[in-house]
């Protein structure tokens, strides 16, 4: 199986900051690879598909790179909105894997 | 509107069975695969399986923690997903969603149904 290890795993960040979450995988997943936002009590929502594709009405202070083992989220100007848990998914190989996600929390 | 609705989530004690229900509408349902993911409480996710569609056969893919345990199937005429959970261990308790996928993976989650497996 196919692990995926996110760091950090929590951080503090204030409106306005630029953040970065890191993903890894454990073998090459190429450019495989979602990123989905879950507040509280809600739903998870997709944010970027293969790698860098932004979802649509997504906005485009997220933006998603890498290929292969090292992936990166980020939020170019945190907003209020955007304090969360993030994940990551690979889709490359079964069994699907998510990372264990980051909690963004206010400083 | 893309709506998926799980139903079928409650109380059942270990060892017995429950079968997941999610409604779908909005998209052509037989058209996509479909996935079902979980959440126990205060923890992240997990992906347990997923259906192809019709032109795959109906095939199905299992994570390893729910593998001879349970068995997803859909019914096309029905736009309707299922997740049959026998065998059923208090590790199982979370939060069901069925999720449907597009080119680029799951894009799209019901708003998930709780199953809670305890004595």
């Known amino acids: 199986d196919i692990q995926m290890t996110q760091s950090p795993s929590a951080m503090s960040a204030s409106v306005g900051d630029r953040v970065t979450i890191t993903c890894r995988a454990s073998q090459g997943i190429s450019n495989y690879l979602s990123w989905f936002q879950q507040k509280p009590g809600k739903v998870p929502k997709r944010l970027i598909y293969?790698?860098?594709s932004l979802q649509s009405g997504v906005p485009s202070r997220f933006s998603g790179s890498g290929s292969g083992t090292e992936f990166t989220l980020t939020i170019s100007s945190l907003q209020p909105e955007d304090f969360a848990t993030y994940y990551c998914l690979q889709l490359n190989s079964y069994p699907l894997t998510f990372g264990q996600g980051t909690k963004v929390e206010i400083k | 509107e893309v709506q998926l609705v799980e139903s079928g989530g409650g109380l059942v004690q270990p060892g017995g069975s429950l079968r997941l229900s999610c409604a779908a509408s909005?998209?052509?349902?037989?058209?996509?695969?479909m996935d079902w993911v979980r959440q126990a409480p205060g923890k992240g996710l997990e992906w347990v399986g997923r259906?192809?569609?019709?032109?795959?056969?109906?095939?199905?893919e299992y994570a390893a923690s729910v593998k001879g345990r349970f068995t997803i199937s859909r019914d096309d005429s029905r736009n309707s997903l299922y997740l049959q959970m026998n065998s059923l261990k208090t590790e199982d308790t979370a939060v069901y969603y069925c999720?449907?996928?597009?080119?680029?993976?799951?894009?799209?989650w019901g708003q998930g149904t709780l199953v809670t497996v305890s004595s």
């Open positions: 259906t192809r569609n019709k032109a795959n056969s109906y095939t199905t």
């Open positions: 999720a449907k996928i597009t080119q680029g993976g799951i894009d799209c």
């Open positions: 909005g998209f052509t349902f037989s058209d996509h695969y």
């Open positions: 293969a790698a860098s």
